[in-house]
């Protein structure tokens, strides 16, 4: 994959390609929140998948108050990444998933930086994140772009300022 990481916000138009990714080369686990529905990609995951998504259509200030992005590169899509307002002003909530084609070549990192462009343009002053000890994925992203992170128990948590100058791309 070749190409520079562009975000799309996530519209009836490019959903069901962010579905076909999601099905074909990640766990529904790792891209939407759990679900009663059978195992595996079955038509009511996928069904939840598309509702999840069509629930941020309202932006920033929308109800669920999260803009998702699709990740595209070279014109695919490999990925999500979203921002969600918190409850403190100028902060914003993100996480990320990129099918498993897409890992490990920078393209996290580079989708990160993009959204945090995008939410210092939103008038953000930080963005925040939170995963696991053992999602080494996701650490080196966060590492990648500045972030500070600290561990407590079972969850390792990020925060990236946008005060300051964001480490170059690389």
């Not at 109800?63 to 921002?83: D, K, N, Q, S, W």
Request: net charge negative; glycine share 12%.
């Amino acid at each position: 994959m070749t190409g520079a990481v562009r975000l799309e916000p996530v519209d009836e138009a490019n959903l069901e390609s962010l579905l076909s990714v999601a099905a074909a080369e990640a766990e529904p686990s790792d891209v939407m929140p759990p679900v009663d529905a059978p195992a595996g990609w079955s038509h009511a995951r996928r069904e939840a998948f598309r509702e999840f998504h069509r629930a941020s259509f309202g932006g920033l200030d929308g109800p669920t108050r999260t803009l998702m992005f699709a990740v595209f590169v070279g014109g695919e899509v490999v990925g999500m990444v979203r921002m969600a307002r918190c409850a403190a002003p100028g902060v914003a909530e993100t996480g990320m998933w990129l099918g498993r084609s897409a890992r490990g070549q920078g393209l996290g990192a580079a989708a990160l930086r993009e959204l945090l462009n995008t939410a210092a343009a939103a008038g953000m002053h930080s963005v925040v994140a939170d995963t696991t000890p053992d999602n080494v994925g996701a650490i080196t992203v966060l590492r990648k772009c500045g972030a500070k992170l600290r561990e407590e128990g079972e969850k390792v948590y990020a925060e990236l300022s946008l005060d300051a100058t964001p480490p170059a791309a690389g």
